[in-house]
């Protein structure tokens, strides 16, 4: 019969519960896995499937920072798909991680005391090695992660708490310090910043008047009257309490506007008033912020709470947002601010003094589930889930309520056709559409469907309790028990439970509550039973309880071994069972010991109270079992010629002997045992050994052996073969040859023997000694140190337990509260992923070799010369080893079904499958691409009156949300921009706020409101009367030539003489926003000017100002060629962006950009563009034949016509050779 069975063991870790100092230190990254600090330790976890996948073990403090590197660049063979994770300890060490191997690509260190915050560089134009750091108390270090050398370093007035990036320009840094922030706006990589930054105070929320009025008045109410939060002058010391200032936060969703988070609220301030646009404020019995998570796909907050509650608020539509100005706002109305609705949330967790909620992260690419890491080592994986309401065309709008969500009309990119299936829950903005403005709001309703969130807790890990263990393996592997192995690893915690982990692949197998009290020992019955046991507390007396558990592994039962023996007696030492699982000798401290049969669970023998005091104990490996079944064997034999004699013959003498004997054999195979005669050793206070002997119920005295001089007090004893090993307190070892009849003694100089064990398996002769400072592997047979392992020297921790897991693995348990699984050498416990057994395939094509990886995503995204889709790999002319193929394979099979059938739905397009992949590999420059190609492709064929796909809702496609800024429709931007800066003038308190509101206003072009706001000013104002001038002349604005060139040179004057913000607002009074844009230009405010443009310029004008600012971020020394390529496809120029993604080298997405443009037919094909074209295709074609895709290569060759003739006849040529090969 063949079986197989998996006993591969790999080298692992198992963790428990975290320091409190492992806090900050956790990040989901765009690869799509979580990483977490646990001591000094760092876990990988796969969160589909709920599996730690690898275990980083390098530092030798705890773990404070960890941050996965972006994935903002263009991936190919020289920048390929790869697992880049930096962890920082307490000590100030900095390694960057290969993930995938377990290896560490660099070590930084520079000073000694724990990194405060870093992060890399998002902008990854220039290089995507950067890594910033705070090292403290006030310094930001910039290094190159990759090579380890700083490249600048910069110091400030105050401690650095954490930083944040601006995630709209790379230029902008917020240091948040222990006094207040500092904003720098002169960041580079290049050179560290040259001024020290401006430097604002933050008053906190509770100083201010909010807090000081009864609450009687209301909170919504109360809450409007905190304005100001930033102030340049340096408050008072009452009111200066900085240190509630939990944590600060760009917002990725809207450019200009940053986050500051309290215990009891989150404050969203606009950055070009500095001032308070919105309050998230939590009930009086609500349980306070922890930490907060903006999104970026939608205007959306992740927050966690202490009593381990995850919430999601989403803003609200704010439906009086573009109410006309010169209305009057209705006194008893709410000032207009920010609000987040409260959307869904998940269930807290019962938190205990040891069990509180540390850290929140989410999932960077789909934004739409979150994990919670709880100290006691469990992490929860919390997904959000859609589920559609039914049609509610009406409505009601009040402020009060919770706006509703809508599911959005597109998926992928493009609005759905009538045929298309929609994946709602593939990311967050594919699950909910933008917050509606007023204008869009009743059409829109009509069209859309209503949607509800809910949190569902989609996976869990849990840790091992606290230390302190006892561990034991069950027994090793043997030809005999094979087909029913299982490596298990029975671990008795100190809360009286044992947990069985399956050591091949790392989970947990069963948890078995048994005990009251904490457990100290457990030996293995069977490979299927086990006995433990556990000690009170001791009494007065020094009497404890004990409970000594016999359990049943396949049923969870479990008996009370001794019966009703236990109650208050002195504690159980030690518990060892005979070679033979026939035995068990119970060894207490101050009372004989106990000899039992475990087949009968009975006593055979309790021990006078003369009998020695018993300081180690061991059975010995040989038994007469064999004889025995000789001698059976011999009798079955017998009785067997005793049937086939005749009757008459049946009274000789052998009878009855053969009757007693046929009556012991039943009995025999009954019980299905024969009792054998086994023997142990044992040593007392003296060092003298006694050897007993024990056969049936009977225990017989045995030799005894005089102590050796030169050991101390032995404290335990191993015996294999004919080798017997004794410890004692000193660290002396002494090695007994019984066969040669020798004695050997080795001084340690490790103090106290506290354990030793022999290694499984025939012949293997490796011997595992734990001492107070570490552990040590001996070679018997040679009587020499194989390996060390020292607390301190080598590691960190303290080994509390040690065991043997198979012949070259061996198992510690440590203070760290982990349980390492390591190879003989006992070097660290980091291995390679690929090498793990893991339960569930893991979709995470990074694992794969870099041109695997490479390989596996071109033939995701683009089939063309299949006929029909396909996800086989082997179907395929693919030449490449066929163990790679299979893990190939293996990742194909790993992806969800859902998303398996998107791919091979006939209607999903290009484009949509492009950005697909893009958010399978977690691609985060190709899925910011894809989304702005998509959506203006789509826009632009429509524009032209093309046939678009059938079947397409009508007005469905939704302008690009409001993040990303520039790059969204003229129109959408300006009425963002016009909600903001109402926004902006309902929260204004002070001149300066009303002043910039007013300039807001002015370029905008709404003149009347400006005008209003300026009369504002009072008499007593310094610009009393520039103000009122400057109203009269708004106002008094005609378009007759004489006054437009007035104006028109006493702007350009202003301009010429420093006053650049003062002569833009002049030219836009008279419509010369195209001059103003053009002088921005030229002083260098390149942000602003194409901000101006998209607000006030007509198309051409627009474009126009968008094509300078591309050559702009073209030029070397900007180096932004990424984000001009966005700009590009906001404008439509497409045919411009081909050539800009082929003179780049990104050949892949070059193609595949040209075949969508000319699917939507937004390019043209003449003679003139056909070279480019097949030139783009000629280089596609040459990376396809570098991945060996034969098919795909032969395809685009044909298609570059003469440029790809000759790569085509090389193809050709190798498969020919190939064919006849």
């Given amino acids: 019969m063949l079986f197989s069975v998996n006993i591969k063991l790999s080298a692992r870790t198992l963790t428990g519960t975290f320091s409190s100092q492992n806090r900050g230190a956790a990040d989901w990254g765009w690869q799509g896995l979580i990483a977490h600090g646990c001591h000094s330790l760092v876990l990988i976890i796969d969160p589909r499937t709920s599996q730690t996948i690898q ?23 020289g920048s390929p798909y790869s697992l880049r994770l930096a962890s920082a300890d307490t000590t100030g060490k900095i390694i960057v991680w290969d993930v995938a191997t377990g290896a560490a690509r660099c ?93 604002v105070y933050i008053s906190s929320p509770h100083s201010s008047p909010a807090h000081t009025k009864p609450a009687a008045t209301g909170a919504k109410k109360a809450l409007n009257k905190v304005k100001i939060l930033i102030t340049n002058e340096k408050p008072n010391a009452e009111s200066v309490t900085l240190n509630d200032c939990l944590q600060l936060s760009y917002m990725p969703s809207k450019r200009n506007h940053m986050l500051l988070l309290y215990p009891r609220e989150i404050l969203i301030l606009d950055l070009e008033v500095n001032q308070t646009v919105g309050i998230v404020a939590i009930e009086r019995t609500g349980a306070p912020f922890l930490q907060v998570i903006p999104c970026r796909q939608r205007d959306a907050l992740f927050c ?46 019962r938190v205990t003094k040891t069990v509180r909620p540390f850290n929140m992260v989410c999932c960077a690419v789909n934004e739409n589930s979150a994990a919670l890491i709880v100290s006691d080592g469990r992490v929860m994986l919390w997904e959000l889930k859609s589920s559609l309401l039914g049609p509610k065309p009406h409505y009601s709008y009040s402020s009060s309520t919770a706006s509703p969500l809508y599911c959005p009309a597109s998926f992928c990119g493009i609005p759905l056709s009538t045929q298309q299936k929609k994946l709602a829950d593939l990311s967050l903005d594919n699950m909910i559409g933008q917050s509606l403005t007023v204008d869009e709001v009743l059409p829109k309703v009509l069209h859309q469907q209503g949607v509800q969130l809910k949190f569902l807790l989609t996976g869990l890990l849990s840790g091992l309790p606290l230390p302190p263990f006892v561990i034991r393996m069950c027994p090793p592997l043997t030809t005999k028990n094979i087909k029913n192995y299982q490596p298990l690893l029975a671990v008795g915690t100190s809360n009286g439970s044992v947990l069985v982990y399956h050591l091949t692949s790392g989970l947990l197998y069963k948890e078995l509550s048994i005990h009251s009290c904490e457990v100290k020992g457990i030996e293995w019955a069977s490979l299927a039973s086990f006995l433990s046991f556990a000690t009170s507390t001791p009494n007065n007396l020094g009497l404890v309880r004990n409970e000594l558990q016999l359990v049943d592994l396949a049923t969870g039962r479990s008996i009370a071994f001794r019966g009703e023996r236990g109650n208050d007696e002195p504690p ?56 025995l079944r000789r001698k059976q064997l011999a009798v079955r034999e017998a009785m067997a010629r005793q049937t086939v004699v005749s009757d008459t013959e049946t009274n000789n003498v052998e009878s009855p002997m053969i009757s007693l004997l046929q009556e012991a054999e039943s009995k025999a195979e009954f019980s299905q045992n024969i009792s054998a005669r086994e023997h142990f050793i044992f040593t007392d206070n003296d060092g003298q050994a006694f050897h007993l ?29 004919d080798v017997l090993v004794l410890g004692d307190v000193d660290g002396n070892v002494n090695f007994w040859d019984l066969k040669a009849r020798l004695s050997r003694g080795i001084p340690t100089h490790r103090g106290w023997v506290k354990k030793i064990r022999f290694g499984p398996g025939k012949g293997n002769m490796k011997l595992l000694m734990m001492f107070n400072d570490g552990v040590e592997v001996w070679d018997t047979k040679e009587i020499q140190m194989v390996s060390s392992l020292r607390t301190g020297r080598n590691v960190s921790y303290k080994v509390l337990d040690i065991d043997w897991c198979s012949s070259d693995k061996v198992v510690l348990a440590s203070d760290d509260g982990c349980i390492r699984v390591l190879e003989i050498a006992m070097k660290s416990a980091s291995y390679r992923i690929d090498e793990q057994e893991l339960t569930d395939p893991v979709w995470c094509p990074y694992l794969l070799l870099p041109r695997s990886c490479l390989v596996l995503k071109a033939y995701l995204l683009h089939q063309p010369w299949n006929g029909q889709y396909s996800l086989d790999i082997m179907q395929i002319q693919y030449s490449e080893k066929e163990e790679i193929k299979c893990l190939m394979q293996e990742q194909l099979n790993s992806i969800s079904n859902d998303i398996q059938n998107h791919l091979l739905d006939p209607e999903f397009q290009l484009l949509q499958r492009c950005l697909l992949v893009a958010r399978l590999f977690g691609d985060e420059a190709e899925l910011l691409f894809w989304t702005v190609a998509a959506h203006y492709l789509y826009r632009f064929s429509k524009r032209k009156d093309l046939v678009v796909p059938s079947g397409i809702q009508e007005n469905a496609a939704s302008p690009l949300d409001i993040c990303y800024d520039i790059l969204c429709e003229s129109s959408y931007f300006q009425k963002s921009q016009i909600e903001r800066v109402n926004l902006q003038e309902a929260k204004r308190t002070t001149y300066d706020h009303t002043r910039k509101c007013a300039d807001q206003l002015l370029l905008l072009g709404q003149t009347d409101r400006a005008v209003q706001l300026l009369l504002e000013t009072s008499a007593e104002n310094p610009s009393y009367y520039c103000d009122s001038l400057k109203a009269c002349l708004v106002t008094t604005i005609t378009s007759s030539g004489p006054s437009q060139s007035t104006i028109k040179l006493v702007a350009t004057n202003m301009i ?35 901000w101006l443009a998209k607000v006030r310029l007509n198309p051409e004008e627009c474009t126009e100002v968008l094509k300078r600012w591309v050559d702009h971020l073209c030029s070397p020394q900007v180096n932004q060629k990424s984000k001009a390529i966005l700009v590009l496809l906001s404008l439509g120029c497409f045919r411009k962006v081909a050539e800009m993604l082929h003179s780049m080298r990104y050949f892949d997405r070059a193609a595949l950009f040209l075949e969508a443009c000319l699917k939507y037919g937004v390019i043209e094909v003449n003679e003139n563009t056909e070279k480019f074209y097949n030139a783009v295709y000629a280089d596609y074609a040459r990376y396809l034949k570098i991945l060996n895709l034969k098919e795909g290569a032969i395809l685009f060759s044909t298609k570059a016509g003469d440029a790809g003739a000759e790569l085509l006849k090389d193809l050709h040529q190798s498969r020919e050779e190939k064919t006849t090969s």
């Fill in 55 to 77: 275990v980083l073990e390098r530092h030798k403090a705890n773990v404070v920072k960890v941050k996965w590197a972006r994935e903002n660049y263009h991936h190919n063979i």
């Fill in 107 to 199: 070590e930084i260190q520079e000073y000694t005391k724990p990194i405060q915050d870093m992060e890399w560089l998002w902008n990854q134009d220039a290089s995507r090695d950067l890594l910033l750091a705070v090292h403290p108390p006030n310094y930001i270090v910039l290094w190159n992660a990759d090579t380890g050398t700083k490249l600048w370093k910069k110091s400030y007035a105050e401690n650095i708490l954490s930083f944040s990036f601006d995630p709209f320009e790379i230029s902008n840094l917020a240091l948040l310090t222990s006094e207040g922030i500092v904003f720098i706006s002169d960041f580079s990589p290049s050179k560290p910043p040259s001024s020290s930054g401006k430097k």
């Fill in 304 to 349: 966690l709470h202490e009593n381990g509650c995850i919430t999601l608020r989403i803003r609200r539509s704010n439906s009086s947002s573009l109410a006309l100005p010169a209305e009057e706002p209705d006194p008893d109305q709410p000032a207009q601010e920010l609000a987040y609705n409260l959307h869904c949330q998940c269930d807290a967790i």
């Fill in 572 to 627: 159980i030492e030690m518990i060892k069972i005979s070679h033979l699982k026939q035995f068990l000798v119970v060894v207490f401290r101050d009372k004989p010991l106990e000899l039992w049969d475990i087949r009968t669970c009975t006593l055979l023998r309790e021990m006078a109270k003369n009998f020695p005091a018993v300081t180690a104990l061991e059975w010995s490996p040989s038994h007469n079992l064999k004889s």
């Fill in 693 to 721: 002997t024990v056969e049936g119920n009977v225990m017989k005295d045995g030799v005894r052996i005089p102590p050796d001089g030169d050991m101390g007090s032995i404290t335990c004893i191993a015996w294999k073969g």
């Fill in 1056 to 1090: 010429a003489n420093g006053k650049l913000a003062e002569g833009v607002q002049l030219l836009c009074l008279i419509d010369k926003a195209a001059d103003a844009c053009r002088y921005l230009q030229t002083y260098g405010e390149w942000n602003r000017a194409a």
